[in-house]
T-cell receptor
């Protein structure tokens, strides 16, 4: 069965530190990849997405993610985090032939200390 | 534009009671998903519908859970009888297929259920 792994469950950073959250998936075919963010008390929002083309995708609020097919990874990065980035981040995978069914990773809780 | 609308936002009930959660998807979206979020298991897909028809309910925990979508603008998730371990945030999401590239889900704000 397809799975999505986020190995870091909790991350604590100081403001201005660089961020990298790992995401690995097990599906071997062509996939669409997503990062969603959930700010405290809010619903999930799409942060960025990869369908095809340039494997380095840029999203909102200075986030970017790199798709490395050989490693089945789609890690999320931000050069300098802000306190307002405190949230839970979810990686999600959708195989191209699976309709709109997304499989989510377990999430990573990021806390940014001011 | 109205997003996905869920109700109630919060529900506190006692064990054994029936709970009904409601969702109105974004108009024109033909996929509807119910997810459950807990600290222990993260975000789990319970069931999803396409054009009001249940496609995959393999994530529904047990027979106490049921979901319906009587029309394109309304869905319910029912738990009967409820148990304390059902306490979670239940998210509804909708999506649109019919384009070459899809997979973006639009989430509601969730229904936080507490079963005492």
């Amino acid at each position: 069965a397809q799975s999505v792994s986020q190995h870091n469950h909790h991350v604590i950073l100081s403001e201005a530190a660089s961020l990298e959250l790992g995401c690995n998936y097990s599906y071997g075919g062509t996939v669409n990849l997503f990062w969603y963010v959930q700010y405290p008390g809010q619903h999930l929002q799409l942060l960025l997405k990869y369908f095809s083309g340039d494997p380095l995708v840029k999203g909102i609020k200075g986030f970017e993610a790199e798709f490395i097919k050989s490693k089945f990874s789609f890690n999320l990065r931000k050069p300098s985090v802000q306190w307002s980035d405190t949230a839970e981040y979810f990686c999600a995978v959708n195989p191209n032939n699976a309709g709109n069914m997304l499989t989510f990773g377990g999430g990573t809780r990021l806390m940014v200390k001011p | 534009d109205a997003g996905v609308i869920q109700s109630p936002r919060h529900e506190v009930t006692e064990m054994g009671q029936e709970v009904t959660l409601r969702c109105k998807p974004i108009s024109g979206h033909d996929y509807l998903f119910w997810y459950r979020q807990t600290m222990m298991r993260g975000l789990e897909l319970l069931i999803y519908f396409n054009n009001n028809v249940p496609i995959d309910d393999s994530g529904m925990p047990e027979d106490r859970f049921s979901a319906k979508m009587p029309n394109a603008s309304f869905s319910t998730l029912k738990i009967q009888p409820s148990e304390p371990r059902d306490s979670a945030v239940y998210f509804c999401a909708s999506s649109l297929r019919g384009r070459p590239l899809t997979g973006e889900l639009f989430f509601g704000e969730g229904s936080r259920l507490t079963v005492l």
